[in-house]
């Protein structure tokens, strides 16, 4: 057996082997190895149903399964090893409208990333689906090119490919532990001896957790059991095949949360159940190869009924086998494929629910992420650092249960799931909730989506439209924008760098100009290797040597991670946790100083206190540093607090404020509000797709500074030209349904962009959009086109900033000139 290799793949499922296959094909073939416990294929990977579907409204998952069904289309040929691969295409039905606009949203993203997608009336589904009974269909959607594969065919081809090319595979050989080597990277202890390697990934199904236990890493990976049904041979479908009919594709009654599909001239139904249990909560056995569990049909009864109604010849044949085996889950359904935190060089494509769709796209960007240093499409959908420790055990369960019975429900863009919560919530949250907010969830934390005032039901009302909390969030901007308005960030991601090498650290490793004065703030981003936009950051300078960070609260753990890859490792710079120890309150509305000086005696005007700095004041009794920054382009303060002053600081500020109007306001709110200042988001509109002067972020890039991480790259990437460039957009003719993001943009038909998100503001009164699009669009006045639920708008390019473009408010100088 080796002893030495660049990488050490755990697991021989189609996930393990496929990204063997990927490093074998980067050049790395004769330096990686993979070790599996069983045979390949014993875990998860035998028993699925092979099913490929192309459809995910997450883009970077969309990108991923794109990839694998473009890679299986070629295997055989490339292998000589036969997939199985039935390119018999797929057939979404809708039920209702809303479903229909899921599919109208799903079917943008799907035009910007190239799949090809149709809509189907009911007539087009008889035609290709003729045992489909249409009653009760609005419509539906056909993919003609996925379909299904056999799974273990897939991988024995994926393992021949990177054979081919070098790779090692050894079978019935046991990882045991795993430990950092004296070199920097790792040793792999087997049952048949120890590999020391650089990387190790691990892929090992339903054992994700007990291997990253090796490691010290808490994987919010727990699986849920899943079942499918095959049937006896129906007689029609006997007939179809003799008269050399072409296969159907495969059904899915999203409404009904099953799908359906031909196998050996009968059927297989797979339902997505309410109530399956999580599995192997504390891992399997290790001898767990190829177990399966008793079926349970009372949960598939609902399911099998719809389907009888929906293929009335379902009803007509016997059950041959049920398969109910354990499915891999992750808190939202998609799986974790990227670099662990904490520890370096592990990997992690784990938690894959939709494995064997997912399993090409996951190895493709792994190899790039190992070999080049960084993955080449946005990852930030399927990034395991985008989970936190609050993902514990008792979180997974439930978390988990629900994403499994959440697959075919409507995926809302306002959707807020249910399970585990509240979890993490701000001092505040029951004061809050009384003035009625509707919370939703980030990071595990509780945070107000809206308030519900004037006798509007304090729920949510989801929808791919205005919806029930659109005149609420007109009233939260309204008041903000007379008055002033309260908005909890507790959720915020919050550090301090420290030491006698942190400003050294800090300015090679953003690409903005440290802020000089103490108490200046800087909005500085870190860069990946190559030059897209990576973490954003609020960055206070508190010291000489000392530097406090704020970034969005989703994004706590890939952020902290960034830096502490990034840091020196010599103890010249401290990297200090403060996320929970430290809340904040915004007060942002013109009359935010009158309200504050009510309760502090320091100076807050504009030359006292000017924009973009920070002091540490007292406000009632609370210690409190108080930066006048905001995200919604209003004069405010941030006040960062420490958590135990939060109901001080709430109850003074409420106190305080109202003869002056003070009212809460909510994250949705925030959001219309940033569209209008053409705020740019990290995972949106700022990318590691797009260079940072696509994201026309030019005013905070520094490039004369001196080197910082990402600068050459950035500098080559501007030389050789950008594709891209990021505008605001005004959308015409908008009824009731605003851009949600990943919207087509279009002229004369043709593809020129995508929008990354889109609102109405309410102050310039205008529907609005962010969006992508080719440099020679770009210029304000430029018209193209929008598609919104399946609707083609007239859009055009307007200067960024629509509501106050010269900061006038922020800097409260309204109507002076400067
Ligand atoms: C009933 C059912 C139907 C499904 N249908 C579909 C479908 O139609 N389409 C789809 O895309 N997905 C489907 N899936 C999901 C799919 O099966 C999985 O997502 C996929 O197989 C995951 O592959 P994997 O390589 O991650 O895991 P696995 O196939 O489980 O492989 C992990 C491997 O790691 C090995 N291993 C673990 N620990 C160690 C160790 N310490 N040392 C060495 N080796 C180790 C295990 O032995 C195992 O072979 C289905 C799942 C189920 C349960």
């Given at each position: 057996?080796?002893?030495?290799?660049?990488?050490?793949?755990?697991?021989?499922?189609?996930?393990?082997?496929?990204?063997?296959?990927?490093?074998?094909?980067?050049?790395?073939?004769?330096?990686?190895?993979?070790?599996?416990?069983?045979?390949?294929?014993?875990?998860?990977?035998?028993?699925?149903?092979?099913?490929?579907?192309?459809?995910?409204?997450?883009?970077?998952?969309?990108?991923?399964?794109?990839?694998?069904?473009?890679?299986?289309?070629?295997l055989?040929?490339?292998?000589?090893?036969?997939?199985?691969?039935?390119?018999?295409?797929?057939?979404?039905?809708?039920?209702?409208?809303?479903?229909?606009?899921?599919?109208?949203?799903?079917?943008?993203?799907?035009?910007?990333?190239?799949?090809?997608?149709?809509?189907?009336?009911?007539?087009?589904?008889?035609?290709?689906?003729?045992?489909?009974?249409?009653?009760?269909l609005?419509?539906?959607?056909?993919?003609?090119?996925?379909?299904?594969?056999?799974?273990?065919?897939?991988?024995?081809?994926?393992?021949?490919?990177?054979?081919?090319?070098?790779?090692?595979?050894?079978?019935?050989?046991?990882?045991?532990?795993?430990?950092?080597?004296?070199?920097?990277?790792?040793?792999?202890?087997?049952?048949?001896?120890?590999?020391?390697?650089?990387?190790?990934?691990?892929?090992?199904?339903?054992?994700?957790?007990?291997?990253?236990?090796?490691?010290?890493?808490?994987?919010?990976?727990?699986p849920?059991?899943?079942q499918?049904?095959?049937?006896?041979?129906?007689?029609?479908?006997?007939?179809?095949?003799?008269?050399?009919?072409?296969?159907?594709g495969v059904?899915r009654?999203?409404?009904?949360?099953?799908?359906?599909?031909?196998?050996?001239?009968?059927?297989?139904?797979?339902?997505?159940?309410?109530?399956?249990p999580?599995?192997?909560?504390?891992?399997?056995?290790?001898?767990?190869?190829?177990?399966?569990?008793?079926?349970?049909?009372?949960?598939?009864?609902?399911?099998?009924?719809?389907?009888?109604?929906?293929?009335?010849?379902?009803?007509?044949?016997?059950?041959?086998?049920?398969?109910?085996?354990?499915?891999?889950?992750?808190?939202?359904?998609?799986?974790?494929?990227?670099?662990?935190?904490?520890?370096?060089?592990?990997?992690?494509?784990?938690?894959?629910?939709f494995?064997?769709?997912?399993?090409?796209?996951?190895?493709?960007?792994?190899?790039?992420?190992?070999?080049?240093?960084?993955?080449?499409?946005?990852?930030?959908?399927?990034?395991?650092?985008?989970?936190?420790?609050?993902?514990?055990?008792?979180?997974?369960?439930?978390?988990?249960?629900?994403?499994?019975?959440?697959?075919?429900?409507?995926?809302?863009?306002?959707?807020?799931?249910?399970?585990?919560?509240?979890?993490?919530?701000?001092?505040?949250?029951?004061?809050?909730?009384?003035?009625?907010?509707?919370?939703?969830?980030?990071?595990?934390?509780?945070?107000?989506?809206?308030?519900?005032?004037?006798?509007?039901?304090?729920?949510?009302?989801?929808?791919?439209?205005?919806?029930?909390?659109?005149?609420?969030?007109?009233?939260?901007?309204?008041?903000?924008?007379?008055?002033?308005?309260?908005?909890?960030?507790?959720?915020?991601a919050?550090?301090?760098?420290s030491?006698?090498?942190a400003?050294?650290?800090?300015?090679?490793?953003?690409?903005?100009?440290?802020?000089?004065?103490?108490?200046?703030?800087?909005?500085?981003?870190?860069?990946?290797?190559?030059?897209?936009?990576?973490?954003?950051?609020?960055?206070?300078?508190?010291?000489?040597?000392?530097?406090?960070?704020?970034?969005?609260?989703?994004?706590?753990?890939?952020?902290?991670?960034?830096?502490?890859?990034?840091?020196?490792?010599?103890?010249?710079?401290?990297?200090?946790?403060?996320?929970?120890?430290?809340?904040?309150?915004?007060?942002?509305?013109?009359?935010?100083?009158?309200?504050?000086?009510r309760?502090?005696?320091?100076?807050l005007?504009?030359?006292?206190?000017?924009?973009?700095?920070?002091?540490?004041?007292?406000?009632?009794?609370?210690?409190?540093n108080?930066?006048r920054v905001?995200?919604?382009?209003?004069?405010?303060?941030?006040?960062?607090?420490?958590?135990?002053?939060?109901?001080?600081?709430?109850?003074?500020?409420?106190?305080?404020?109202?003869?002056?109007?003070?009212?809460?306001?909510?994250?949705?709110?925030?959001?219309?509000?940033?569209?209008?200042?053409?705020?740019?988001?990290?995972?949106?509109?700022?990318?590691?797709?797009?260079?940072?002067y696509?994201?026309?972020m030019?005013?905070?890039?520094?490039?004369?500074?001196?080197?910082?991480?990402?600068?050459?790259?950035?500098?080559?990437?501007?030389?050789?030209?950008?594709?891209?460039?990021?505008?605001?957009?005004?959308?015409?003719?908008?009824?009731?349904?605003d851009?949600?993001?990943?919207?087509?943009?279009?002229?004369?038909?043709?593809?020129?962009?995508?929008?990354?998100?889109?609102?109405?503001?309410?102050?310039?009164?205008?529907?609005?959009?962010?969006?992508?699009?080719?440099?020679?669009?770009?210029?304000?006045?430029?018209?193209?086109?929008?598609?919104?639920?399946?609707?083609?708008?007239r859009?055009?390019?307007?200067?960024?900033?629509?509501?106050?473009?010269?900061?006038?408010?922020?800097?409260?100088?309204?109507?002076?000139?400067?």
């Open positions: 057996m080796k002893t030495q290799a660049k990488v050490v793949v755990i697991g021989g499922g189609v996930v393990g082997v496929s990204a063997l296959y990927h490093l074998a094909k980067k050049g790395w073939g004769d330096d990686v190895v993979l070790v599996e416990k069983g045979e390949l294929t014993s875990g998860s990977t035998w028993h699925a149903a092979g099913l490929l579907p192309l459809f995910n409204m997450s883009y970077s998952v969309g990108q991923v399964h794109k990839y694998s069904v473009n890679l299986y289309g070629g055989e040929a490339e292998t000589g090893q036969p997939v199985g691969f039935k390119r018999v295409g797929n057939l979404r039905l809708a039920m209702n409208d809303d479903r229909m606009d899921e599919y109208y949203q799903y079917a943008a993203t799907a035009r910007t990333i190239g799949i090809n997608v149709e809509f189907l009336e009911t007539a087009d589904i008889k035609r290709l689906w003729p045992l489909c009974n249409t009653d009760g609005v419509g539906g959607i056909f993919h003609p090119d996925d379909g299904y594969i056999q799974p273990a065919d897939l991988t024995q081809a994926l393992a021949k490919g990177a054979r081919n090319r070098g790779a090692t595979i050894y079978r019935h050989t046991r990882v045991m532990a795993i430990e950092q080597a004296t070199s920097g990277g790792w040793v792999v202890t087997t049952d048949k001896g120890d590999i020391t390697c650089d990387h190790v990934i691990s892929a090992t199904g339903n054992y994700a957790r007990q291997t990253g236990a090796m490691v010290g890493l808490d994987i919010p990976v727990i849920v059991e899943h499918y049904i095959v049937t006896e041979p129906h007689p029609e479908l006997e007939k179809r095949k003799a008269e050399g009919l072409p296969e159907m059904l009654e999203s409404d009904g949360s099953w799908y359906l599909r031909e196998e050996n001239n009968g059927f297989i139904l797979g339902p997505y159940e309410k109530g399956a999580a599995c192997y909560v504390d891992g399997p056995d290790p001898r767990a190869e190829y177990e399966l569990f008793q079926e349970d049909l009372e949960r598939l009864e609902p399911h099998i009924e719809a389907a009888m109604n929906r293929v009335p010849a379902f009803a007509e044949v016997g059950i041959k086998k049920v398969y109910n085996g354990a499915i891999a889950y992750t808190p939202d359904g998609n799986p974790i494929i990227g670099p662990a935190w904490d520890v370096d060089n592990f990997w992690l494509s784990e938690g894959h629910s494995g064997i769709t997912a399993a090409g796209g996951a190895g493709w960007q792994l190899a790039e992420w190992i070999v080049e240093g960084e993955p080449t499409i946005d990852m930030l959908g399927v990034e395991p650092r985008r989970f936190g420790d609050y993902a514990t055990k008792k979180y997974l369960i439930e978390k988990n249960e629900e994403a499994y019975s959440h697959v075919f429900i409507i995926h809302y863009p306002d959707e807020e799931r249910p399970a585990c919560r509240p979890l993490r919530t701000a001092p505040c949250y029951e004061r809050m909730k009384a003035l009625g907010a509707v919370f939703g969830q980030k990071f595990g934390w509780e945070r107000p989506n809206f308030f519900a005032t004037g006798g509007m039901a304090q729920q949510d009302d989801w929808s791919f439209r205005r919806s029930a909390w659109f005149e609420a969030i007109r009233k939260e901007v309204a008041n903000t924008t007379a008055n002033v308005g309260l908005l909890d960030m507790t959720a915020f919050k550090c301090r760098l030491g006698p090498g400003e050294t650290f800090l300015d090679s490793f953003v690409a903005n100009s440290l802020p000089k004065k103490l108490g200046g703030i800087g909005l500085c981003h870190a860069l990946n290797q190559a030059g897209g936009i990576h973490s954003e950051f609020t960055i206070r300078r508190e010291a000489n040597d000392a530097f406090y960070l704020v970034s969005a609260g989703a994004l706590q753990r890939l952020d902290h991670d960034y830096i502490r890859r990034c840091m020196p490792r010599d103890g010249s710079v401290e990297f200090t946790q403060l996320t929970g120890a430290i809340g904040v309150l915004v007060v942002a509305g013109p009359k935010s100083r009158q309200l504050l000086e309760l502090t005696d320091a100076d005007s504009n030359g006292a206190f000017p924009w973009l700095t920070a002091q540490d004041i007292v406000v009632g009794a609370a210690p409190v108080a930066m905001n995200y919604v382009g209003e004069l405010g303060w941030e006040l960062h607090h420490r958590i135990e002053y939060q109901n001080h600081l709430f109850d003074a500020l409420m106190a305080a404020g109202s003869d002056l109007e003070l009212q809460p306001f909510g994250i949705r709110a925030m959001d219309s509000m940033r569209f209008e200042k053409s705020y740019r988001m990290v995972g949106t509109e700022l990318s590691i797709e797009y260079s940072a696509e994201s026309a030019d005013r905070f890039i520094k490039p004369d500074k001196g080197d910082f991480l990402g600068r050459d790259a950035l500098m080559a990437w501007r030389e050789r030209g950008l594709d891209n460039l990021l505008v605001t957009l005004e959308v015409h003719d908008v009824a009731d349904a851009a949600l993001g990943n919207n087509a943009l279009t002229r004369n038909g043709e593809i020129i962009g995508r929008a990354t998100g889109g609102g109405f503001g309410f102050r310039v009164d205008k529907s609005l959009a962010l969006g992508m699009v080719r440099p020679e669009f770009a210029e304000p006045g430029s018209e193209i086109e929008i598609e919104i639920l399946g609707q083609n708008h859009a055009t390019v307007i200067p960024d900033s629509p509501f106050d473009p010269r900061n006038e408010r922020l800097r409260d100088v309204i109507g002076t000139r400067d």
